[in-house]
Structure formats: structure tokens, C-alpha cells
């Protein structure tokens, strides 16, 4: 296939709209929640803003943020992420939805409440909570949450999703991967409660579920709410949550009836089939199972996955995107989320859509020390 044929296949697939509730996209491809730790005690300023608006400029079509703290005294623990409450940080979340929608992209808060694997000892909540007051590993981590405690974390994201509309933000987007808060209730290693939120899958799902029909009951019916989830953990690549397709059904059928409108799938490399006998990656069982569009990423547009050793002295070279295109026209999922392919070029969009790879520049982790 020649350049001018990649450009028209690549502009064909990825540069089609997309509707999401009452939000029209202007192509499939969106920004990964990459944390960046450059908001200083939690408040984003003009340096983040125009890190995301650079973004927006280069053809991405839509921006989800870094992980936000949501408004709870043990949401995290580093004064470098941006929160999501108190009237500095939502002024300059403001700020930011402003210039990237100024460049042509729409953009979501993703909400985050990190659980039992903050740094304890660390200010307002020294002792963290989570489900079962256990970490990723299976030591004790923080105490078992109360209903007061579920009570209050649900509140919060419902607070931060109302927030996020009143700001003028295009949606939410809830963090349910990779072994935080959420995540922690789903999983079967850290929630070992007996009570109405633990036990069965069923009732594993049902922290996941209420945060959502909160965050759906805080905004207008068409202000779409995105849940994000991942099998894999922290340091813990193996980890499942849902071991068949029957699993992953019975864990997302309840978060979609909730109020979820799309599924983002968190996976180290989107080419990897989900589970055997098929060749559909975690975005595309979504899909699948309960009839939301999905988000697939994973590795996309470099030729080493998520989390792979690396140093600054060993760039990460583009890599095709082909097997990604196949897959968007069998329509086995709806949007692209890209990840460090985009923190090294900000017009990572605009190049590969028009055929312009042969320009992109490649990833080095150096690239995380400052904002570009």
C-alpha cells in the first residue's frame, strides 16, 4: 500500500464523526488520560491548558484529562495532580475546556478517586480507605470502607460530574481501571467484603453501579458518561476481573443499565485478543455485550506496549496502524484513545490521517519531565 493510499484509508476510517448522547465528535480519535503531575497543589494552569490545546490543534477529536482528584480527603495523596473541586481548580479547569474547544476538540474530566493505593501516612486521610482495606498484593492496606465512607465517595463523584457540566466540559469520564477505588470493588483480590457490595459478582458491580446512576442523576440525559475499565492492574498484568465473556457480561450489563454510554477498555496492546476463541480485544467484548460504543487503546502507533522497560536513551519508533484500521472497519469499537504516540507529537492526529507518518516523532520517556 503506498503513502497516498494510507492517507485515504486512515483519513476514511478515523476522520469520521461521531455522536456520543448530545455530543457529536469531529473524528474517531481521542487523547489518552495520561497523569502528568504538572498541576501545582491540584491546580491546572495555562502551561496544562496549552498542553491540551496543542493536542486539540494537532486533529485530536477528543481530549479525556489526566486522572482528576475528586473532592474526598483520601481521593489521593500527590500535590502535582490536578483535583477536581475548590474554586482555583475548577477555574482553571475552565480554562482549559476554553482553549481546547477554541482548537476544535471536545474534552472530559476523567474522575478519580485512587483508594488503597495512595501513600499513606500523607494528608487529609493518613489511612486510606478501600473495599476490604487490602492493596493490589493482598497486604493490608488502609481500612474497609463504611457505608458512611461509600456514602460519601459516591457523593463526591456525583459533585465532580455536575461540576464538569456546569464548566462547560463535553462529558465525564469515570476511573474504574487498573486497580484503583472502582477497580477495587470489581476485583475479586482486593474486595473480600461479605456484605451487600462484596462476595458475587453481582454484588461486586454494585459500588461501580451507583457511582454511576449518581454521576448519570448530577447532569442532563445527554451528558455522556464514559466508565473506564482494565483487567490488568498495577504491577499486576495478569489480573482479571472477568475470567469468560459471561463474566465480562455480568459485570457490564448493570454499569450500562446505570447509566454508562460508553465503555473505555484499558489494554497494554489492542492487538490481544480478550479471551480464547476469538479474536476481539476487551473494547470489542464490550461492544459486543452490551451495545455501547467503545474506546480501544493500548500501545497504538508505537512498536513497544504499555509499560515496557525504556529509558530516555531508547526511543520508541512508530509503528503501522494498519491492524488498527482493520478493526475499526469491521466496527469491532468506536474510538482510539492514544497515549505517548501523542505526548511526543502533538500532531500525531493530523499526521497519520493524512498520511504523514514517514514525520512522526518518536516516544523517549524523557519526554515525561516537562510539558511539550
Not at 67 to 94: C, I, M, N, Q
Not at 266 to 295: D, H, I, M
Not at 312 to 323: F, H, L, R
Not at 337 to 350: E, F, M, N, S, Y
Request: net charge negative; with cysteine; glycine share 10%.
Amino acid at each position: 500500500m503506498n503513502l497516498n493510499e494510507n492517507a485515504t484509508r486512515a483519513g476514511r476510517i478515523l476522520s469520521r464523526p461521531f455522536s456520543l448522547g448530545g455530543l457529536t465528535l469531529p473524528n474517531r480519535i481521542a487523547m489518552a488520560p495520561m497523569s502528568r503531575y504538572f498541576a501545582p497543589d491540584g491546580v491546572p494552569g495555562s502551561d496544562l491548558a496549552e498542553y491540551y490545546a496543542r493536542r486539540a490543534a494537532g486533529g485530536v477529536g477528543l481530549i479525556i484529562t489526566e486522572g482528576t482528584y475528586v473532592d474526598h480527603p483520601s481521593a489521593g495523596s500527590s500535590d502535582r495532580v490536578p483535583h477536581f473541586f475548590g474554586e482555583k481548580a475548577l477555574s482553571g479547569w475552565a480554562g482549559v475546556v476554553d482553549v481546547v474547544h477554541q482548537a476544535g476538540a471536545r474534552i472530559v474530566p476523567q474522575l478519580w478517586h485512587v483508594g488503597a493505593t495512595r501513600n499513606f501516612g500523607s494528608e487529609p486521610a493518613p489511612d486510606g480507605i478501600g473495599p476490604s482495606g487490602l492493596g493490589l498484593t493482598g497486604e493490608p492496606a488502609g481500612r474497609a470502607m463504611s457505608q458512611t465512607d461509600i456514602d460519601n465517595v459516591i457523593a463526591s463523584f456525583a459533585t465532580a460530574a455536575a461540576d464538569a457540566e456546569r464548566l462547560g466540559f463535553d462529558g465525564i469520564e469515570l476511573h474504574a481501571a487498573h486497580g484503583y477505588l472502582i477497580d477495587q470493588f470489581l476485583w475479586a483480590g482486593t474486595n473480600r467484603r461479605d456484605d451487600g457490595y462484596g462476595g458475587s459478582l453481582a454484588a461486586r458491580v454494585r459500588f461501580a453501579t451507583e457511582v454511576v446512576a449518581a454521576c448519570r442523576g448530577a447532569v442532563s440525559r445527554s451528558f455522556p458518561v464514559i466508565f473506564r475499565l482494565s483487567q490488568w492492574k498495577v504491577d499486576n498484568y495478569t489480573a482479571k476481573v472477568a475470567d469468560t465473556p459471561d463474566e465480562l457480561e455480568r459485570l457490564l450489563v448493570p454499569l450500562a443499565e446505570a447509566g454508562a454510554d460508553v465503555f473505555h477498555c484499558s489494554t497494554r496492546r489492542y492487538w490481544e485478543p480478550e479471551f480464547e476463541g476469538s479474536q476481539l480485544n476487551l473494547a470489542g467484548w464490550a461492544k459486543k455485550l452490551t451495545g455501547r460504543p467503545t474506546v480501544t487503546v493500548g500501545s497504538v502507533g508505537l512498536n513497544k506496549q504499555l509499560m515496557a522497560e525504556e529509558t530516555a536513551d531508547d526511543p520508541i519508533a512508530a509503528e503501522s496502524i494498519d491492524g488498527l484500521l482493520d478493526r475499526m472497519e469491521r466496527d469491532e469499537f468506536d474510538l482510539v484513545a492514544v497515549g505517548r504516540a501523542l505526548i511526543a507529537d502533538p500532531d500525531w492526529a493530523a499526521k497519520t490521517v493524512q498520511g504523514r507518518t514517514h514525520e512522526l516523532v518518536p516516544f523517549d520517556s524523557g519526554m515525561l519531565a516537562s510539558l511539550h
